[in-house]
């Protein structure tokens, strides 16, 4: 049985410092999101509702969540 606060998606954002990128765990699936790239920074969306998820250094990258949590 699944649960509806199960991960779906991964929101993988570039660390200032260089390092591994940094991992978010997002509930919808990955096709639910809008990434929007402007120069060096990127702002990520959930499409139905326009709410603002992400605002930050980029590029940021969304794949579905390969393991189940």
């Given at each position: 049985?699944?649960?509806?606060?199960?991960?779906?998606?991964?929101?993988?954002?570039?660390?200032?410092?260089?390092?591994?990128p940094?991992?978010?765990?997002?509930l919808?699936?990955?096709?639910?999101?809008?990434?929007?790239h402007?120069?060096?920074?990127?702002?990520?969306r959930?499409?139905?509702?326009?709410?603002?998820?992400?605002?930050?250094?980029?590029?940021?990258?969304?794949?579905?969540?390969?393991?189940p949590?």
């Amino acid at each position: 049985m699944s649960s509806i606060l199960e991960p779906n998606a991964v929101l993988r954002t570039p660390t200032w410092y260089g390092g591994p990128p940094d991992e978010t765990l997002l509930l919808f699936t990955a096709g639910e999101y809008r990434v929007e790239h402007a120069g060096q920074r990127s702002t990520v969306r959930i499409i139905a509702s326009g709410a603002l998820i992400y605002d930050g250094i980029g590029p940021v990258e969304i794949s579905p969540a390969d393991v189940p949590f």
